[in-house]
């Protein structure tokens, strides 16, 4: 099996940084995409960011020139460093990875628990 553990959120003011860190571990081959997603309430499952292998990144509009995704592949390991916060981040923030677990079976997608993030104006 696959575990995705986040950690780093919390309440903070607008204006204010976090960072997010998930580690990805249990029986991985490889991973092809890690990302973030998030979830306000009442609202659908969103994408904030995600980073290729190969490192190529894609951001949700409303976060570029704010969030920056990174990764270790070494550690299987992916990090979402969040600045210049806003009170409509809020949300329940999830790591998502694209991985396979033996060379021979199709991607799969994973994902942790989430981590909240609060932003108070």
């Known amino acids: 099996q696959v575990q995705l553990v986040e950690s780093g959120g919390g309440l903070v003011q607008a204006g204010g940084s976090l960072r997010l860190s998930c580690a990805a571990s249990?029986?991985?081959?490889?991973?092809?995409?890690m990302g973030w997603y998030r979830q306000a309430p009442g609202k659908q499952r969103e994408l904030v960011a995600a980073?290729?292998?190969?490192?190529?990144?894609n951001y949700a509009d409303s976060v570029k020139g704010r969030f920056t995704i990174s990764r270790d592949n070494a550690k299987n390991t992916v990090c979402l460093q969040m600045n210049s916060l806003k009170p409509e981040d809020t949300a329940v923030y999830y790591c998502?990875?694209?991985?396979?677990?033996?060379?021979?079976?199709?991607?799969?997608?994973?994902w942790g628990q989430g981590t909240q993030v609060t932003v108070s104006s």
């Open positions: 998502n990875a694209i991985l396979r677990v033996t060379p021979f079976k199709a991607d799969t997608s994973w």
């Open positions: 249990g029986s991985i081959f490889s991973i092809n995409v």
């Open positions: 980073i290729t292998s190969g490192g190529s990144t």
